[in-house]
């Protein structure tokens, strides 16, 4: 069982069930094929469906495509940028826990440096304020870290 992300959040895809060579062959009119791979994808039946249901279909189809072009139109480097700010906010949310989740927050930490370390020549201007971002989220770390010591060696 896999997902398929769509709109409104992350729908179960069964990849289990068999898959027809393509909608004419499961009695679906041409100009809907793409409306049936999608609900398929997402384990619904075209045919079973309202109108209203197949409008609101499409109406997701079209924001996907909409959204995967604005993405392809996107620089590589501004998409990395963005996808890795997000491992700084992970960082600081497994440091925020109660208690801090230092090895999750250690595994986010060294997929960041993996991730600069390998293509960090290529994001361009982004890759000195990643990498200072980098430094943060170690610091973050260590202080959190730090501080966690200091209050059990506190209690002992």
């Known amino acids: ?37 999608a609900a398929q994808a997402i384990g619904l039946d075209l045919s079973t469906m309202s ?20 993405v392809a139109a996107t620089p590589v480097g501004e998409v990395l940028t963005s996808h890795l700010m997000r491992f700084f906010d992970l ?34 201007e982004h890759q000195a304020m990643l990498r200072d971002t980098l430094g943060q989220a170690q610091m973050v770390f260590v202080q959190v870290k730090d501080a966690m010591d200091a209050a059990e060696a506190g209690d002992a």
């Not at 709109?7 to 809907?32: K, M």
């Open 1 to 37: 069982m896999g997902s398929l992300w769509t709109p409104d959040g992350e729908r179960p895809v069964d990849t289990s069930a068999p898959q027809p060579a393509d909608a004419a062959d499961a009695g679906v009119p041409q100009e809907d094929e793409a409306l049936a791979m």
């Open 51 to 70: 109108e209203e249901d197949r409008q609101q279909l499409r109406e997701e189809l079209a924001e996907m495509t909409r959204v995967r072009a604005q």
């Open 91 to 124: 960082v600081l949310i497994y440091l925020d826990a109660s208690p801090p989740k230092f090895n999750d927050a250690a595994v986010v930490i060294e997929a960041f440096r993996a991730v600069l370390d390998t293509v960090g020549d290529q994001l361009g």
